[in-house]
């Protein structure tokens, strides 16, 4: 057996692991037992077969080790979650007050907004030292920032199932099990963050601000959105459009971002004549240049290392199979957060992209021989088309609609997309230099994006545009994907 497939089934493994401690309630101690046992009989034993099956228990314990270290006791009264409300009802609870610091970037809605709270001291029902973090609901202005140590007065409730949608387990993944509602809040002190991460998010508001001073909304809220992630500032309007057309990804910084940058500029550099080592330190620059103007979002952190070892796998002397790849980028996502596996969508939507863009992409790109290849037209269609495919049917899982003309949509309107939000960058540095010539040179852009509201509004106001998926279930989704592995496979054989 080759040393990758050994990789390949231990890193499997170790992936079900995580499984069984989420779907079986398997406790910490036996994991704990057999990785022990398993670990000293690798070191007795030289047998290179016995020691890869041990190997493999190991790898199981290992998995179920670290998932079981993400479960928290709600009995715990140092903790800000053991003073929660079962229910919230704002007549009858109880509020609760205690200081705390913002420890990631509000995010800013049209209303209102939502900080992050790690709390440090509890003042009423009584005065103690808690811990854990909060996810409190607040007006829109004033407005606060990361690393503000504020006093909060609200009802704490623990987070519960909206509809189909269960908010609680969401919200695990970011370490939050308590909400604050009818907050009264005031600021105790400033800049009392990560200096690194309080001037990333600097940096964003300040090119946030420049977006406003060139463009009026709701051109302005859509550059910000699809540049820099304040996506809950779109109208609901145009934010819906985008849904109905199948073209929502463009409308938040995401996977399909990072996928776009690394065939784009990978074929730019290829054909200005740049070796791979040189591009590889570009895209690299790149990548970490966009995590940072994002403000660090999640999302792009876990695109811009999945990415980047797409990209190192192809520049290294030594052949790293795609398969490796992607089990390797796996796991280092769930060792940086092992709940977004199960709970973050964001997470699976940019896995499942990933790998189309390893396997479809290039399939596509073969079929799609129509479409020039001037500005890396085919590459993008086809990149774009391969994260679609891709991740449709988890998105049907979750959100129970099929957008009809999605596929369409992607094909017609995203090199336009492409080339709109380029003018937005060249916008942007005009700005830092000349504002008024900047907004000049920004009308081209006004007008573009203003045609493209307009276009996909006719597109979603079709009646068939979004058609309801009511009973699509697990064993749907198992079978769509099925589907396209045997396509893949099928359309793979007949090209070789």
Not at 147 to 161: A, D, E, F, H, M
Not at 211 to 226: H, K, L, M, Q
Not at 234 to 245: A, G, Q, V
Not at 397 to 417: D, M, R
Request: proline share 3%; charged share 15%; aromatic share 14%.
């Amino acid at each position: 057996m080759r040393k990758s497939t050994k990789n390949l089934i231990i890193g499997l493994f170790f992936i079900c692991g995580l499984f069984l401690a989420n779907f079986f309630n398997i406790h910490e101690n036996v994991a704990m037992a057999i990785l022990v046992i398993a670990f000293i009989f690798i070191l007795i034993f030289r047998k290179k077969r016995v020691r890869f099956y041990l190997a493999i228990i190991l790898s199981i314990s290992l998995g179920i080790l670290l998932l079981n270290s993400t479960k928290i006791d709600y009995s715990d009264n140092t903790k800000i979650w053991y003073y929660n409300n079962e229910t919230l009802d704002f007549k009858n609870n109880t509020k609760a007050t205690f200081i705390g610091r913002i420890i990631e970037e509000p995010d800013k809605r049209i209303d209102k907004q939502k900080i992050k709270v790690s709390v440090t001291q509890l003042l009423e029902p009584i005065n103690k030292e808690v811990s854990g973090n909060t996810l409190a609901t607040i007006a829109l202005y004033p407005p606060y920032n990361y690393g503000n140590i504020v006093q909060i007065n609200c009802i704490l409730t623990k987070p519960s199932r909206i509809e189909d949608f269960d908010y609680a387990k969401y919200l695990s993944k970011d370490n939050i099990y308590s909400l604050c509602y009818s907050a009264n809040i005031k600021l105790v002190e400033k800049n009392k963050g990560n200096i690194f991460k309080h001037y990333i998010y600097k940096i964003k508001n300040t090119l946030f601000k420049k977006v406003n001073s060139i463009w009026p909304d709701p051109v302005s809220s859509f550059a910000n959105s699809s540049l820099f992630g304040f996506e809950k500032l779109l109208p609901s309007d145009i934010d819906e459009n985008f849904r109905h057309t199948g073209l929502s990804h463009i409308v938040v910084v995401s996977g399909m971002h990072v996928a776009i940058i690394i065939v784009v500029f990978s074929k730019m550099l290829y054909q200005i004549g740049i070796n791979r080592k040189q591009s590889f330190l570009f895209l690299l620059l790149l990548l970490f240049s966009f995590a940072i103007l994002s403000g660090l979002s999640a999302s792009i952190i876990r695109a811009s290392i999945m990415g980047i070892l797409v990209v190192f796998s192809k520049n290294v002397e030594r052949y790293i199979p795609n398969y490796l790849v992607l089990i390797y980028s796996l796991i280092i996502m769930a060792l940086i957060n092992p709940l977004s596996m199960f709970y973050d969508l964001g997470f699976q939507l940019s896995f499942l992209a990933t790998i189309g863009l390893i396997y479809l992409s290039p399939i596509l790109k073969n079929r799609l021989k129509f479409i020039p290849e001037h500005f890396s037209l085919r590459e993008i269609v086809s990149t774009s088309l391969s994260a679609i495919i891709m991740t449709l049917p988890i998105s049907l899982y979750n959100f129970h609609t099929l957008p009809t003309f999605a596929l369409l949509s992607n094909i017609v309107i995203l090199p336009f997309i492409t080339f709109d939000m380029t003018l937005y960058v060249f916008a942007i540095g005009l700005s830092l230099i000349n504002t008024n010539l900047a907004i000049c040179f920004g009308f081209i852009s006004y007008v573009l994006t203003k045609i493209l509201f307009w276009i996909i509004k006719i597109i979603s106001s079709i009646k068939i545009s979004v058609l309801d998926i009511k009973n699509f279930n697990i064993y749907h989704t198992i079978i769509c994907y099925a589907i396209i592995i045997i396509i893949y496979l099928y359309a793979k054989k007949k090209n070789n």
